[in-house]
């Protein structure tokens, strides 16, 4: 008896371990970001940085403007977005509203493995074959651009926004469409006046995420933006995101130097940034299932 | 049965896939009366319910045979509009459903569908459904706040209202009152009594006193198949077979 309880104990010890790790890990990495990126403000002014127009962390001396990389990555999100939410939220509501089941069973699966694919190989892609491209057909002097940078991204983020903007048509009570189709609404009026509106901040959320995947995505922006630390004027020029901007200058820099600290700053800002879209996000699901009496 | 025919089915037969549910169904649904379908659960009273405005529809490899009139028109003739058929027959289901929208929104849902602008006939209409479905006086100072605000009970009243706006010729209801309290179904039950003089309805319920209480016509169905139909009262006093006899009594269901 005795034994048999503490066996049960043992067993929730261990897995609780594993479960609470990853609150371990957040902390740590917080703890970290924190560590090595405040000192910089300490070095620099914070809105001098946050708002400083040069980032050239290797002339003498060394400047420290984060403008153009916040903006950059600020151009690419908001053109990622272009793409990812007709692409994304247009096919959760193609695959749940209109495909029969056979071309569910194809559809939903080629999403799922588009997301799968590893972010170099969209990075590869868009390198070899659309910057190229783009570079032809609008006649550009280089082919990696803000432009660029959003179309891969917003590929990318197309899988998130759709399986996310998909699960909150799932959650539109089937009680909506009948009583819709039941007073002489056809498909096309449930939808749009029943089943978006239902789903609406469920759809947002899905955007929001999209949104959160594709700021935070390195390599990809990385191979295709062209990698200009300039504050970018117009979407056909190269520019160099936050992300990639620490990517591409964390193996040159001396541990524990300034432009070690800043890059931290970057990674802090960009913690930031992340971790209020999923609040956000959170915060109107939510209150989404609540508005749909699903509870939390 | 000198009353006027409303709707007529004529050898309905009705498929899930490849399981029967209805067979051979023939029945007549008189103007102005209350039609109750009974049975134990699962003998398919809900799904004869949808046939009548095509609600079937939105179940995937579902099939229906036969012929099933409205005014001696077939509601399953290809040329015929569904979504007419639908206006014409409304439906209220088991579970109130409102939609997340406001009160007026709710009721007026079907006029705004339908392409009606004026917003004087709206603003009529909606207060005259309201009426009609004896919830106006509860709701006449909010009709702005959510529709979900309300109990169960005026959820269901306010579903019959956003029914009646449209102004259907049949009204179906599919136990309306199963997910309710016994004072918001007496409720219901009233509001049945009245609005017969108005409309035609059909009305699926698994509570036998209920369609002893309200009804005029009563059919009986069993495992799919027609068992007896005939004016509630005979039914419920002197049926014609022994099965009948024994649900209505309680010997089994």
């Known amino acids: 008896m005795k034994k048999a309880q503490l066996k049960e104990n043992l067993y929730r010890w261990f897995f609780g371990l594993f479960a609470f790790s990853s609150l371990i890990f957040l902390v740590g990495i917080t703890i970290i970001l924190f560590k090595e990126g405040l000192p910089l403000f300490k070095e620099i002014n914070f809105f001098n940085t946050i708002a400083g127009r040069y980032w050239y962390p290797t002339y003498e001396p060394p400047e420290f403007g984060m403008l153009p990389l916040i903006l950059a990555s600020f151009w690419v999100t908001v053109g990622a977005l272009f793409v990812c939410v007709p692409l994304g939220v247009g096919s959760a509501l193609y695959i749940h509203e209109l495909a029969g089941d056979r071309q569910k069973a194809i559809l939903k699966p080629l999403v799922e493995i588009l997301a799968s694919i590893p972010s170099i190989v969209y990075g590869f892609f868009g390198m070899v074959i659309v910057a190229p491209l783009l570079q032809d057909w609008l006649n550009l002097p280089v082919g990696q651009t803000a432009f660029t940078g959003s179309l891969m991204l917003g590929i990318m983020a197309t899988p998130t926004v759709c399986s996310i903007a998909e699960d909150a048509l799932g959650f539109v009570p089937k009680g909506f469409r009948e009583a819709s189709f039941a007073v002489g609404a056809n498909r096309w009026q449930t939808l749009t006046r029943v089943v978006i509106p239902a789903a609406g901040s469920g759809i947002s959320t899905a955007i929001i995420l999209g949104m959160s995947r594709a700021v935070g995505e390195t390599m990809t922006v990385l191979m295709v933006t062209g990698g200009a630390a300039v504050i970018p004027k117009s979407f056909f020029q190269p520019v160099r995101p936050m992300t990639s901007t620490i990517a591409a200058e964390m193996g040159e820099t001396v541990i524990g130097s300034t432009h070690y600290h800043a890059l931290f700053a970057i990674g802090l800002i960009l913690f930031f940034i992340t971790l209020v879209f999923n609040i956000v996000a959170e915060f109107i699901s939510r209150r989404f299932r609540i508005k749909l009496g699903l509870g939390r | ?253």
Request: net charge neutral.
């Open chain 2, 1 to 253: 049965m000198a009353d006027k025919i409303r709707m007529k089915l004529e050898n309905v037969n009705f498929f899930y896939a490849d399981t029967q549910a209805l067979y051979e169904i023939n029945l007549d649904i008189y103007q102005n009366k209350v039609t109750a379908i009974i049975g134990p659960s699962g003998c398919g009273k809900s799904t004869l319910i949808k046939l009548l405005n095509r609600m079937n529809e939105l179940i995937p490899n579902a099939r229906c045979e036969g012929n099933i009139y409205l005014d001696g028109h077939d509601i399953y003739d290809p040329k015929v509009d569904v979504v007419d058929v639908r206006r014409r027959i409304g439906m209220v289901f088991q579970k109130p459903n409102p939609f997340p929208k406001s009160i007026f929104d709710n009721v007026a849902y079907g006029l705004y569908i339908n392409g009606v602008k004026d917003r004087h006939y709206i603003n009529y209409k909606v207060e005259k459904s309201l009426k009609d479905a004896t919830l106006w006086k509860e709701v006449s100072d909010r009709l702005h706040s959510s529709a979900l605000q309300l109990s169960g009970g005026q959820q269901q009243r306010l579903c019959i209202a956003r029914t009646l706006a449209v102004e259907p010729e049949v009204v179906l209801m599919d136990e309306p009152a199963s997910a309710l309290d016994p004072t918001s179904t007496a409720k219901i039950e009233e509001l049945i009594q009245e609005l017969k003089e108005k409309y035609t309805i059909v009305i699926v319920t698994h509570n036998m006193q209920q369609a002893a209480r309200i009804s005029d016509y009563t059919l009986f169905l069993m495992l799919g198949k027609m068992i007896e139909y005939d004016v509630t009262n005979k039914i419920f006093t002197n049926p014609s077979k022994k099965i009948t006899e024994d649900y209505i009594t309680g010997r089994f269901g």
